[in-house]
């Protein structure tokens, strides 16, 4: 488990670094000292001893760098210095940190809202069975040149739904403001206008009475209600 006490040197040294610094302070005095020695012994005057054994250790500093990337997190170590300057450079702009601090606000509000909205209306799946099999048609038209979209027209719907080969099954609906009168109340409501084929189509059931029948697709007949 070589790889396991490494990382676990690494991250002590991240909380321990003065003692660590002393320690390899220490390690490399002593190292200088015994080359030194070891060069006195061979003939040496002290000054040229002490020298030579710097030369030969390949750079005191160099040494050090090497150290510290074999027992730290050197990204990590980057990142704390990193943020130990910004925050000393914010605390010396409280102005400017009161402006980055509310664009910061500003910006993670807007992407989460954006977020939450694109989330329901594109990345969750509808809440139906094989949501992924359900497509919505509609109509275009060119006037004066432009292109424009709109609803389909119950003629063309009955049309299709006849010479259609590719889908299971097709239903008119649409969207309307409502308002409600109970009493001397008034409540506003979305409600939808829809065939009774819908239902069917999404493949739902309510939770108690029925859905729509195809006799009450004719005006006058559609006096059925499902809430929602």
Do not use: C
Not at 15 to 43: K, S
Not at 51 to 59: I, M, N, Q, V
């Amino acid at each position: 488990m070589t790889w396991l006490r490494t990382l676990l040197t690494r991250i002590r040294a991240l909380f321990h670094r003065p003692e660590l610094e002393a320690e390899l302070e220490e390690e490399v005095r002593f190292h200088l000292e015994m080359e030194a020695e070891e060069n006195i012994r061979r003939g040496m005057n002290p000054e040229k001893a002490r020298y030579a054994a710097r030369r030969s250790f390949g750079g005191v500093d160099q040494a050090k760098e090497m150290w510290r990337d074999r027992r730290w997190l050197p990204q990590v170590d980057q990142w704390a210095r990193d943020l130990r300057y910004g925050g000393r450079a914010l605390a010396r702009s409280p102005g400017f940190t009161a402006f980055a601090v509310l664009s910061l606000a500003l910006g993670i509000g807007a992407n989460t809202a954006i977020f939450t909205l694109v989330r329901a209306l594109v990345l969750q799946p509808l809440p139906y069975p094989e949501p992924w099999s359900l497509v919505k048609l509609w109509e275009t038209m060119t006037l004066q040149g432009e292109r424009s979209y709109g609803s389909v027209s119950m003629p063309n719907l009955a049309d299709w739904r006849e010479q259609s080969r590719v889908f299971e099954g097709m239903a008119a609906y649409n969207v309307e403001g409502l308002n409600l009168t109970r009493g001397e109340g008034t409540t506003w409501l979305i409600a939808g206008l829809v065939e009774a084929g819908v239902f069917p189509i999404m493949r739902t059931q309510p939770l108690l009475g029925r859905t729509f029948l195809a006799e009450e697709n004719t005006r006058g007949r559609d006096r059925v209600v499902v809430l929602g």
